[in-house]
């Protein structure tokens, strides 16, 4: 785990104290965990897991897959939406295209 830790927190490039702040986990804490001197806790790990955005299983060296399930299954839902949109705007004119393409920009800048 103490990998794991230090790799997200630099890949992020926070210092420990900064990690404190947005986890309320103590800077001591974070190095002792950084280090493997501390005793890691589930609330912690899951506080750590979803500050960065990575399941609880990679964090703890478990997998080297980083996105928890639901969001795996979330992007496999918008994956096959998207084929399916792929699939009927690829039989579409030039025209019937352009104008898809207006209506998706339009939508997109009422949100």
Known sequence: MKTRLKELRLEKNLTQTQLSLHTNISQSSLCKMETECANVNGSQIVALSQYFGVSTDYFLCMTN???PVDVKI??????????????????????????ILNIAAWLERRT
């Not at 979330?74 to 104008?99: G, P, V």
């Open 65 to 67: 897959e980083k996105l």
């Open 74 to 99: 979330a992007i496999q839902r918008e994956t096959t939406s998207f084929q399916k949109l792929f699939y009927y705007y690829s039989k579409l004119n030039s025209y019937d295209k352009e104008l």
